[in-house]
């Protein structure tokens, strides 16, 4: 066998043949290295485990014991309960996991077990373990790896228990950290404070202390997002300096008479957005700006401002939508809002007809329509513009990277102003968004309806009916909203077209809508505008409604199944209602024991707060979200605790890109040739020098 490497493929590593090869890939375990960076999702603290018969009520302990008898016991209330009695030199202890029957396939007599929980009297002393691991099978001995120790539990795979996993880690942990070497240049180590690498991938397979594989934890985090800021660092880089742009010159014209022709005064944030927004457009760089609120903070004419400055620059500005009803709403607003100051607002979506089309795009290329708004159709080669100077995308997220590029192409290097109804807090938002400036809108204008969230079981569901029953009859609209999920999908546009056969049969007297998203576009579009204009009182609808439909006399929205649903995506749909003056109601109707997240939820109503509950309880896989930004590799760092890794790897790496803006000096080689590996994208930026 060749020495180890590295890069060995695991299957030659000793204890690992074909069969275990396959398996650890499957948790993409390929080479040594990859089985070296395969970090524990967990500890169980066995630093300090209990004798048996030392156990007290109240204490919250951890134990370790044979399996001596063991079972599965049906209770009145029909929850089964799992018990198993353990045995150590000392006594005896009874743990119970309740509502977890299962057990009994996986937990056998004779098993050591490591438990750890609290201890309550029930019948005597009892142990309701939080966590446990089993740590030798029957007739094995247990050796002792725990005792005295963190014990770490690694992801596992079938095939391969966590078991397995811990004893070929431990196995060849000293081979393979003795391989690896620090790649941090030693003064900014030193400056940073941060432990040397090797160590803390032992501190973090084999810590002596919770503590302790936590600073390691924090290290190797550190050192993906640095790989990370690296790589956004340098394509900020790169975009800069191409980025030369226009520089708007504040007219006091145009953005004057729409602030002077307001109703109402713009709030704080608002007025902060738009000094930032002015600041960047009156720039000589390319404004590359997002502007980020829920829904209703006004993003909008925050944007409207934006536009009218390049207007009275003697520009043009388009803003994209995802939608055709999205596009018409805008539409509306910039009427509304421009109609006092006299300037029209052109509007091209794919329907119309081709003569329509003609007139739009004359009037776009020749210049004389000044403001333009539209879905997709925008993108089309025969849209061409005389002179575009700004670019405005709404639902930023909803377009690919190239089509955000097609719109910006139309102009000669125009500025963006990209917008989002997702907030999310700041240290994640300088992750996935790296390359962009970013603006907040977290306050609401005064003077809206609020929007009250409560939470209704089962038994009130009745009573839940009768009340949007009676608010439809007394001149009100309703949303009924229904999960659809990838895998059940059938099933559950089934549920949503029964759920309307339902209300309808109900409710004679009012008339139920359906959309979902199978639906032909134009359908559903029909639908959709048939509720807007009142002729629909109860929309019956799954998630496809969660975009930036304003409908204000729409003040009732009732979630079924909402323990189905994130929590970010509840509070867009909830942002669907409290869009018009009254006060507005959101009912969460459960169907079983209501989840603490949801009693969070209808707590608040802080769109930046949700978004933080809403990452805590993400697999972090999907956490920085959008594959097309090649950001999905954060694994070892969590958000919203590991925030201030995050600030930290951001100047670090500022730090060495300002010295050696292509990672090209000796000391540096490693880590470009690291963010490489983890970042295709990457090579392509450190190539172009
Ligand atoms: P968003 O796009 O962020 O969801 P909009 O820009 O559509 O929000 O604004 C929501 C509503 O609030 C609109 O009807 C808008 O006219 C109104 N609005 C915006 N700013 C203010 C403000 N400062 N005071 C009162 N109402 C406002
Ligand atoms: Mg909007």
Redesign the pocket.
Known sequence: MPSLRLDTPVQYLKGIGERRADALRRLGIISAHDLLWHLPHRYIDASTVTPLARVRVGDDVACLGTVIAKGVLPTRRSLRIFHAVLRDSSGVLECSWPGQAFLDRSIEVGQTLLVAGPVRFYHGKQMAPREFVVLADPGTEYEGIAQGKVLPVYPATEGLSHKVIRTLINQHLDALVGLSSEILAPDIRRKFELPELPDALRAVHRPKSLAEAERGRRRLALDELVDLQLMLGRARHIARRGRVGIRFVIRRELTTRLKEA??????KD?VQALREITGDMTSSERMHRLLM???????????LFAMLLAVENGYQTALMAPTELLAE??VA?LH??LEPIGLGVVLVLGRQTAAEKATQRARLASGEAKIVVGTHALLQDAVAFQCLGLVVI?EQHRFGVDQRATLMGKGDAPDVLL?T?TPIPRSLALTRYGDLDVST?RER????GAVRTVLRGATQRERVHEFVHEQCLAGRQAYVVLPVIDESEKTDLRAAATMAETLRAMWPDLTVGLVHGRLKAEERDATMQAFRTGHIQVLVATTVIEV?I?V?NASIMVIEHPERFGLAQLHQLR?RVG?GTEESQCVLLTTSAVPRRLKEFAATTDGFRIAELDLAERRQGDLLGERQSGVAEIRVARFPDDGDLLEQARALSQEILEKDPGLESKINQPLRRRAVERYPRAEVLFRVG
């Open positions: 307001l109703p109402w005064e713009l709030t608002q609120g829920d829904v209703g903070t006004g993003k909008t004419v925050v944007a709403q805008h607003t509304r809002l709404d917008l109804a809108l204008p005064p003077g809206r930036g304003d204000p942002g869009r």
